[in-house]
């Protein structure tokens, strides 16, 4: 590579010539403005509707290379990190930048666990919803509600305030998702159980009925660990755009995490695994598979569960998560969808249709799968992504809070409507 790591743009409508300092791979869009700008001119805006050519941050959280399939968590392999690890060290990795000592580990887990229960006064918010309310609906509603029980998380340039709410929501995730769950069942709300780890009190809180104890099968507690650990962070998507944009604002974290409850609440986001599961009882029986994937080819349908934006190569979840299948069809017994899940995988990595678009399983084709085996209905599906990505969200915002370059959110527009019309009242429009 040259020395020069700048860019000589000419603005043909002046024939003046601009040097653009090239860092990381960007140029400012603040250095784009100085193009044609004069006293009537605001000078030259780019122009990227949903951001898809656009860096909004530095940032030292995720890393991914698509095209290589590789995800980092500060650096730390995805793969090493769902197999070693638990999710509340991971949540320790993304919150504060590195792995926790001994002692630091021991009281992020004591502090979390201690914080598992919510005010009384939120489970009757809670109860108020409607028999049948949407699970996300519900939780989104809770977060944000969370915010007028701790007034004080406002002050969010105070670390230990900050670092109190941060601890608080994620420990109660899990109970205002278990409680939604619960809702659209019927059940009473189960207290958490402070002698249960994180995912097994989670369990817990969804599944116990009349039992002392409720203990929940190892190989089920850990596949949702892994899962956990999968999704607690995705860098600049959609949702953690939204809790950047809205906590640019210095709203408390509890509001910013709730506008990223909203955005992962979308199909577009959070639901791709809830149509894989639809595709799969659609398709039915293996022997459909052949006339649907040349449904796929002739663009009448989408074979859901694959392809990504980023990843281009393969999603290095995706190879996580089948072996998480495995374990947890050891507990449960196997789907039948599972078989047509699998033929379905191995067609596409062979049929030259997929492979020349670079098509592969991502993270969601096997996730509604587990999913559905551990009893959820597909409604939850999300909330079961919410709660992890909340150390993920929460881990962009304090990055966002502390960094100096950033200001309130405001992006530019193109105007495309009418100017300066004469208002005519409404006696007068009408009269005619
Ligand atoms: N089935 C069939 N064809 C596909 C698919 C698919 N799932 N995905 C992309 N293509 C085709 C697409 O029609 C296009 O073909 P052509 O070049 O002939 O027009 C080509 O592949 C490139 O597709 P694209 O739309 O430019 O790709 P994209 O990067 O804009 O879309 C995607 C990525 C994830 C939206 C898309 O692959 C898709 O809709 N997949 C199915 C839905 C899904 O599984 N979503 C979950 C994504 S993972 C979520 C997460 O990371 O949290």
Redesign the pocket.
């Known amino acids: 590579m040259t020395e020069n790591q700048s860019l000589t743009v000419r603005d043909n409508r002046t024939g003046e010539e601009y040097e653009l300092d090239i860092t990381d791979g960007t140029v400012r869009a603040g250095d784009i403005g100085k193009i044609g700008k004069t006293d009537d001119d605001p000078g030259l805006a780019v122009y990227d509707p949903a951001f898809t050519n656009t860096a909004s941050t530095r940032s030292a959280v995720t890393y991914i290379d698509g095209e290589k399939g590789i995800l980092e968590y500060r650096g730390y392999p995805i793969e090493q990190l769902a197999e070693h690890s638990t999710f509340l060290e991971v949540a320790y990795l993304l919150i504060h930048g590195e792995l926790p000592t001994k002692e630091q580990h021991d009281e992020w887990v004591h502090e979390i666990t201690f914080h598992t229960f919510v005010h009384e006064n939120l489970k009757s918010l809670m109860q108020g919803f409607r028999y049948d309310a949407h699970p996300m609906g519900m939780l989104l509603s809770s977060v944000g509600a969370l915010s007028t029980f701790y007034p004080e998380a406002r002050a969010i340039s105070d670390p230990d305030i900050r670092h109190e709410q941060i601890v608080r929501m994620i420990a109660k995730m899990p109970t205002l998702g278990a409680w939604a769950f619960r809702h659209a069942q019927g059940k009473p709300y189960v207290y958490p159980d402070n002698n249960l780890s994180y995912t097994e009190n989670f369990l817990s809180m969804l599944f116990k009925m009349s039992e002392q104890e409720y203990n929940p099968d190892p190989r089920l507690s850990k596949a949702l660990e892994v899962l956990f650990i999968l ?1 607690a962070d ?1 860098e600049q ?1 959609c949702s953690t755009n939204a809790v950047r944009s809205v906590g640019s604002s210095q709203v408390d974290p509890y509001s910013a995490v709730t506008s990223g409850i909203a955005a992962l609440y979308g199909p ?3 639901g ?2 809830e ?2 599961l639809k595709m799969l009882r659609r398709i039915g029986t293996v022997d459909k598979i052949p006339e649907f994937i040349e449904g ?2 002739n ?1 009448d ?11 281009k190569n393969f ?1 290095p ?1 995706a190879t996580i998560i089948k072996k998480a299948v495995d374990d947890v069809f050891e507990v449960t017994g196997v789907s039948p969808l599972l078989e047509i899940a699998q033929e379905l995988e191995r067609i596409a990595l062979e049929d030259d ?2 492979v020349s ?3 592969y399983p ?4 096997y996730s509604g799968l587990i999913y559905e085996a551990l009893q959820f209905p597909p409604e939850m599906f999300t909330v079961l ?1 919410a709660i992890p990505r909340t150390a993920g969200w929460l881990a962009q915002w304090i990055e966002l809070v502390d960094d100096k370059e950033q200001k309130i959110a405001r992006p530019k527009q193109i105007y495309t409507g009418d100017r300066q019309l004469d208002f005519v009242p409404a006696a007068e429009r009408w009269a005619k």
């Open positions: 999704h995705h998507n577009l986001h959070g791709a695994n149509a894989v796929v080819k663009g349908e989408k074979l859901m569960g694959f392809g990504h934006r980023v990843y999603d979840r249709y997929f678009r670079k098509l991502n993270v969601d084709f992504f």
